[in-house]
């Protein structure tokens, strides 16, 4: 029987409160939406929203797939949706006066769809009450039916296409759910790059699942390959005991060199480090500047100086899960 090795001092983090804390809590909760920053138990939720960020799901708050090291409920939500959801994103974001909006989803196989109608839906939502909003959309694979990725950035026209590989090709069935695979992820952002090649893509890998650094950088090659422009890095920790394993935990050193690996590939900017999550305020910093128009190297050097001193490169930003 496997024990999980301890937690090192870099990976201990604030527990939540705070007047902005309690802000963002109550303003969601007035919304009726869920935020996937509880459900998944992320060890930033108290940093973030203490300055003003936070990640919310839309499309309800129950996955059809069951991947192993993820902490969001695995049922079958019937076809259920509300389709009042995407008002009440945006009236949330216009209330807030946000400036960059991550949408994610639980998958939702249930659906002929996908719910990829309900997400662009909600994008278009943002955009109308609050046109000065970047959004994000962090996305399931839609089963691999690429016309449903297409309703997405067609229909809705998101800023940022984001879709997470997770981890390293020989891990993906012990780590993610039998339906899920390297190729069909690979398949997904390369079909939004199609669709629409002026819209930046995203995706996020996580370490310490008993990936080698080597099987690392073949991932990240091949996210490249399909012309993926940011790329997150960072540890996985484990939810419950139910859940993956924690094999090892990745030294910040080792994440410091995967990130100038990363760039050296052509990424337009690799956020890599212990508590980076797919949604990731130094990232979100990088693409709110070069969405502006700003010189992409400015953009970046900006948003690790301000990762260096501990702030917030986006007081203003909401993560929104679809």
């Given at each position: 029987?496997?024990?999980?090795?301890?937690?090192?001092?870099?990976?201990?983090?604030?527990?939540?409160?705070?007047?902005?804390?309690?802000?963002?809590?109550?303003?969601?909760?007035?919304?009726?939406?869920?935020?996937?920053?509880?459900?998944?138990?992320?060890?930033?939720?108290?940093?973030?929203?203490?300055?003003?960020?936070?990640?919310?799901?839309?499309?309800?708050?129950?996955?059809?797939?069951?991947?192993?090291?993820?902490?969001?409920?695995?049922?079958?939500?019937?076809?259920?949706?509300?389709?009042?959801?995407?008002?009440?994103?945006?009236?949330?974001?216009?209330?807030l006066e946000l400036e960059y909006v991550v949408l994610t989803m639980v998958d939702r196989d249930d659906l002929l769809d996908g719910g990829a109608r309900h997400v662009a839906d909600t994008v278009r939502?943002?955009?109308?009450?609050?046109?000065?909003?970047?959004?994000?959309?962090?996305?399931?694979?839609?089963?691999?039916?690429?016309?449903?990725?297409?309703t997405v950035v067609e229909r809705g026209r998101p800023d940022v296409f984001a879709h997470n590989v997770e981890t390293v090709a020989r891990l993906q069935q012990s780590v993610r759910d039998a339906r899920?695979?390297?190729?069909?992820?690979?398949?997904?952002?390369?079909?939004?790059?199609?669709?629409?090649?002026?819209?930046?893509?995203?995706?996020?890998?996580?370490?310490?699942?008993?990936?080698?650094?080597?099987?690392?950088?073949?991932?990240?090659?091949?996210?490249?390959?399909?012309?993926?422009?940011?790329?997150?890095?960072?540890?996985?920790?484990?939810?419950?005991?139910?859940?993956?394993?924690?094999?090892?935990?990745?030294?910040?050193?080792?994440?410091?060199?995967?990130?100038?690996?990363?760039?050296?590939?052509?990424?337009?900017?690799?956020?890599?480090?212990?508590?980076?999550?797919?949604?990731?305020?130094?990232?979100?910093?990088?693409?709110?500047?070069?969405?502006?128009?700003?010189?992409?190297?400015?953009?970046?050097?900006?948003?690790?100086?301000?990762?260096?001193?501990?702030?917030?490169?986006?007081?203003?930003?909401?993560?929104?899960?679809?």
């Amino acid at each position: 029987m496997s024990t999980t090795p301890r937690k090192p001092e870099w990976l201990k983090v604030r527990a939540p409160g705070g007047e902005r804390y309690t802000f963002i809590k109550e303003t969601l909760r007035k919304f009726d939406l869920h935020t996937v920053c509880e459900e998944a138990r992320c060890p930033n939720v108290g940093e973030c929203w203490g300055e003003g960020t936070a990640t919310v799901m839309i499309l309800g708050d129950v996955c059809t797939r069951g991947c192993k090291f993820c902490a969001v409920t695995t049922g079958n939500p019937r076809g259920a949706v509300d389709l009042r959801e995407p008002e009440h994103v945006g009236r949330t974001i216009a209330a807030l006066e946000l400036e960059y909006v991550v949408l994610t989803m639980v998958d939702r196989d249930d659906l002929l769809d996908g719910g990829a109608r309900h997400v662009a839906d909600t994008v278009r939502a943002i955009k109308r009450q609050s046109d000065k909003t970047l959004v994000e959309t962090l996305v399931g694979d839609f089963a691999g039916i690429m016309r449903d990725v297409s309703t997405v950035v067609e229909r809705g026209r998101p800023d940022v296409f984001a879709h997470n590989v997770e981890t390293v090709a020989r891990l993906q069935q012990s780590v993610r759910d039998a339906r899920c695979s390297l190729e069909r992820s690979l398949a997904v952002l390369a079909q939004s790059k199609k669709s629409a090649p002026e819209t930046y893509t995203k995706s996020s890998i996580m370490l310490g699942l008993g990936e080698t650094l080597d099987e690392v950088r073949e991932t990240m090659q091949s996210l490249r390959d399909v012309d993926v422009d940011v790329l997150t890095l960072g540890q996985y920790l484990r939810p419950t005991p139910k859940h993956h394993e924690v094999v090892r935990f990745v030294h910040p050193d080792e994440f410091a060199q995967l990130r100038e690996d990363g760039l050296a590939m052509g990424f337009r900017y690799v956020a890599s480090g212990p508590l980076v999550r797919s949604s990731y305020r130094a990232s979100e910093a990088f693409l709110k500047g070069i969405l502006h128009r700003e010189d992409p190297t400015v953009a970046a050097d900006r948003a690790e100086l301000l990762v260096d001193r501990g702030e917030s490169p986006a007081r203003r930003s909401l993560n929104v899960i679809a």
